[in-house]
């Protein structure tokens, strides 16, 4: 006889903000990777109640799926980067423990950028 595989997990869970203009974090794509191992070894997640989560505003990601597992001591990292839409948020890491989850600290999606530039300057 023979027994199933068994794999273990270590959820990283967090929460974005909505931004200060309004637009909601649901449905983004928020990425997550160890610096270590660089950018292109990813997993990711939809924000909300179309991702793992299935709540608003949560993203819900286990780092034992990344090609090179995480573990104990090891930095994690995530992000939403840009997409068509242009919001964005910051970086925003933790270092993992033994607890079997980590709680990232709250991210808030940026507002698109508005840039003005009052060109020519006289001077009098």
Known sequence: ????????????????????????????????????????DNITDIIGPNGNSGADNIYFIDCEMLSSPCGI??????????????????VT????????????PDLRLNSKPNVSLFYPATKV
């Open 1 to 40: 006889f023979s027994l199933p595989m068994v794999s273990a997990a270590h959820y990283i869970a967090g929460f974005v903000n909505n931004s200060f203009d309004g637009e909601n974090a649901n449905n983004y794509i928020i990425t997550l990777w160890n610096p270590i191992n660089g950018i292109n």
């Open 93 to 104: 890491s933790l270092i993992v423990t033994g607890a079997g989850f980590d709680i990232m």
């Open 73 to 90: 001591g090891d930095e994690i990292r995530v992000k939403i980067f840009p997409n068509a839409s242009e919001y964005i948020t910051e």
